[in-house]
T-cell receptor, first 115, second 117 residues
Framework: AQSVTQLGSHVSVSEGALVLLRCNYS??????LFWYVQYPNQGLQLLLK??????LVKGINGFEAEFKKSETSFHLTKPSAHMSDAAEYFC?????????????FGTGTRLTIIP | GAVVSQHPSRVICKSGTSVKIECRSL??????MFWYRQFPKKSLMLMAT?????????EQGVEKDKFLINHASLTLSTLTVTSAHPEDSSFYIC?????????????FGPGTRLTVL
């Protein structure tokens, strides 16, 4: 069975500051990892995904994440926060690289941007 | 491309009534659709996986007779909450996957907020 843990249900950063959202995974087999963003009253949008091709993954809106097997982590970062980044972020793990199999989600991190 | 819609976006119903939620893939054929439930300030919990033309596969603890799922066509899946009770109030999100949607990524609908009075 696989699972993900997101540390910090709520993160606040100043506009222009570094964004760091933490995700640790547990999986009995090599995992495929995803980050999704959810804006209020909307569905989820894929930010990026790790499918074992490269450990540093670049996504949309300037976000990137690095897969670290030794730390079982897949933290999401963005060098400079923008007001439009305020949203809920979910880390997810799957046994499939395409997310077409079951996705197991973390509990989410709400990102607030301080002007 | 790869747009998934849900209808209605918001519904309020009385306890004991049934509510149907539709999930449509607008620009691709969805061979598989997933239904999730999201509690306030919580994560998404997978309820069931449905493949077009076959019975849905429900996750452990999800009542099949309570949450009826139909995937009758490649662009439409429905979730019917039968005999709804206040504890069924939640945000329901569907996602869809199809062979034509690039690398078979799941695309999520905007969700339906159900409130049972």
């Amino acid at each position: 069975a696989q699972s993900v843990t997101q540390l910090g249900s709520h993160v606040s950063v100043s506009e222009g500051a570094l964004v760091l959202l933490r995700c640790n995974y547990s999986s009995s087999v090599p995992p495929y990892l995803f980050w999704y963003v959810q804006y209020p009253n909307q569905g989820l949008q894929l930010l990026l995904k790790y499918t074992s091709a490269a450990t540093l993954v670049k996504g949309i809106n300037g976000f990137e994440a690095e897969f670290k097997k030794s730390e079982t982590s897949f933290h999401l970062t963005k060098p400079s926060a923008h007001m439009s980044d305020a949203a809920e972020y979910f880390c997810a793990v799957s046994l499939s690289p395409f997310g077409n199999e079951k996705l197991t989600f973390g509990t989410g991190t709400r990102l607030t941007i301080i002007p | 491309g790869a747009v998934v819609s849900q209808h209605p976006s918001r519904v309020i119903c009385k306890s004991g009534t049934s509510v149907k939620i539709e999930c449509r893939s607008l620009d691709f054929q969805a061979t598989t659709m997933f239904w999730y439930r999201q509690f306030p300030k919580k994560s998404l919990m997978l309820m069931a996986t449905s493949n077009e033309g076959s019975k849905a596969t429900y996750e452990q603890g999800v009542e099949k007779d309570k949450f009826l799922i139909n995937h009758a066509s490649l662009t439409l899946s429905t979730l019917t909450v039968t005999s709804a009770h206040p504890e069924d109030s939640s945000f329901y999100i569907c996602s869809a996957r199809g062979s034509s949607s690039g690398d078979n990524e799941q695309f999520f609908g905007p969700g339906t907020r159900l409130t049972v009075l």
